[in-house]
């Protein structure tokens, strides 16, 4: 059912907290599984991400995709977290079982969502970044899978 990394980063999160005064949160859900995550950023001055936490409320895969998610992005660049996919995030913990795809999606969807937070403060443009969504129920119906 699921991977030993899963398991792992479920059981073991890394990187489970705040940030106090972040660079950047973002906060996205889904509405049709109740899953909500937050990630807090924090970038330097040259764009790398020093640190980064989130706190989820949800199943143990919505946990383990948040706790890879910060591993993936933690110490890169603002255009390297941006290249941070779902399915690169999959793909690190070895794989999820398809009713769990949609918390991949939601953990690329925080980062992208604290990044939007990030750019709006410093009033910057971030290429390739758009408006984050609030519930990725919708986004999740157009991925084909």
Known sequence: MYSEKVMDHF???????????????GTVGNAKCGDIMRMYLDIDEQGIIRDVKFKTFGCGAAVATSSMATELV???????ALEVTNKAVMEALDG????????SLLAEEAIH????????????VIEGL????????????????
Do not use: F, M
Request: glycine share 6%; proline share 10%.
């Open 11 to 25: 059981n073991n999160p890394r990187n489970v907290g705040e940030i106090e005064n972040p660079s950047g949160v």
């Open 74 to 80: 933690k110490g890169k660049t603002i255009q390297e």
């Open 96 to 103: 999820l079982p398809p009713v769990k795809v949609h918390c």
């Open 113 to 124: 969502a604290a990044l939007w937070d990030y750019a709006q403060k410093n009033h910057i």
């Open 130 to 145: 758009e408006p984050p969504v609030d519930d990725i129920a919708e986004k999740v119906e157009d991925e084909e899978y």
